[in-house]
């Protein structure tokens, strides 16, 4: 089987322990079925790119024992091949006036991630007036068996999610001119070769937005896991707004382990990195094997 696994950090921050999790997860997911572990920097959302971060990132990874293979992939570069996609979505794509605050006070009721649901007031063409802000992907009416995304996740089992009352019409370009990182995903694993993602449970409320635009691109969708997000005390996803730090590298088992330990897998005696390596690839097999029979 050729297997193309990758690791997809934005660049807003250190690696932490949240996206330690990720990383070692698609990392050995990678390596025990002979694959390849690229990278790509998701940096497609330049306002909130921190600088040197990616480079902190790519070195913490290396110190760990995680390198990559290949080139690593920086979205920045490749906006020609998100607006080439915009294209060829023709149609399905609308142009959108309208404001966060008009969304929100159209009391449409919250997405799944928080963001408010999409009021479709644009989706028949611009009010009189008003300028173009953002595009938008034009999703198909709940009940509409088009708008029900089903998938089997590695990890969690069965997932569906109706797009249209979950989420409504998604925006694939930003008032702000960036592009969204359902689109530049979609088009990044799609020309990586990607064929197994394996990422943060935070992202499974995207992943049918992203099967939803494989399908309308004509895009093979990849087989997808989703390991639980590590969550700080008060349940909420780390990152740099909910307090995370900088994994202490001054020994680099422990973080791996904690890591491991976080996923269900017993690393702990392992003495070195080699034993680590070993026992964690063990490990993850047998973790896989537990959730593919429910537990
Ligand atoms: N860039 C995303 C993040 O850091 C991950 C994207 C992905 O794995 O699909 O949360």
Known sequence: ???????????????HAGSLVAALASFLDARVHGGRWLLRIEDVDEARTVPGSAQDIMQTLQLLGMQWD???????????????ACERLGDHVFACACSRREIADSHTGLASDGAPIYPGTCRHGLPAGRAPRALRLRVPPTGDP???IRFHDRWVGEVSQDLSTA????VLRRADGYWSYQLAVVVDDAAQGVTHVVRGADLLDSTPRQIFLQQLL????PSYLHVPAVTNARGEKLS????????DL????????RAAAFLGMATDEAASAAQFWRLAAQEWERRLRQREQGQ
């Not at 089987?1 to 690696?15: C, D, H, N, W």
């Not at 690593?72 to 490749?78: D, I, M, P």
């Not at 989420?167 to 998604?170: A, E, K, L, S, Y």
Request: net charge positive; charged share 10%; glycine share 12%.
């Open 1 to 15: 089987m050729t297997y193309i696994g990758r690791f997809a950090p934005s660049p807003t921050g250190v690696l």
């Open 70 to 84: 290949g080139e690593v992939v920086w979205q920045s570069q490749r906006k020609a091949l998100y607006q080439q």
């Open 146 to 148: 088009a708008a029900c």
């Open 167 to 170: 989420v409504g019409d998604f």
């Open 218 to 221: 004509g895009l093979t969708t």
């Open 240 to 247: 740099k707004q909910t307090g995370a730090v900088a994994i």
């Open 250 to 257: 001054g020994d680099t088992l422990q973080p791996l382990q």
